[in-house]
């Protein structure tokens, strides 16, 4: 099986940074697509920004100029690089791997635990 490990969350003032991490660990051969997606409460799960192996990249358009997903293949490792951080950026940020290709087969559609993201002054 494939675990999804994330870090990288906390308590940020409004125009700062934050660095998400999420590793995936398991017989792992490659991931076609890693992502992040984020919740805020009382709101629906939507997607922050995806990654596939081949670099093109998705982002929401609220993000968009502000954060830079990247990923590091031999590691099996994403990052989600969140500048000009804004309150309404607060939410749960999970991250996603989808055709994760392993000894056990094709895997699809694989989430983390969740890192709470909170911007407040």
């Known amino acids: 099986q494939v675990q999804l490990v994330e870090s990288g969350g906390g308590l940020v003032q409004p125009g700062g940074s934050l660095r998400l991490s999420c590793a995936a660990s398991?017989?792992?051969?490659?991931?076609?697509?890693m992502g992040w997606y984020r919740q805020a409460p009382g709101k629906q799960r939507e997607l922050v920004a995806a990654?596939?192996?081949?670099?093109?990249?998705n982002y929401t358009d609220s993000v968009k100029g502000r954060s830079t997903i990247s990923r590091d293949n031999a590691k099996n490792t994403e990052y989600l690089q969140m500048n000009s951080l804004k309150p309404k950026d607060t939410a749960v940020y999970y991250c996603n791997t989808d055709r994760i290709r392993t000894t056990q087969g094709m895997l699809y559609n694989y989430w983390g635990q969740g890192t709470q993201v909170t911007v407040s002054s």
């Open positions: 398991g017989s792992i051969f490659s991931i076609r697509r």
């Open positions: 990654l596939t192996r081949s670099g093109t990249t």
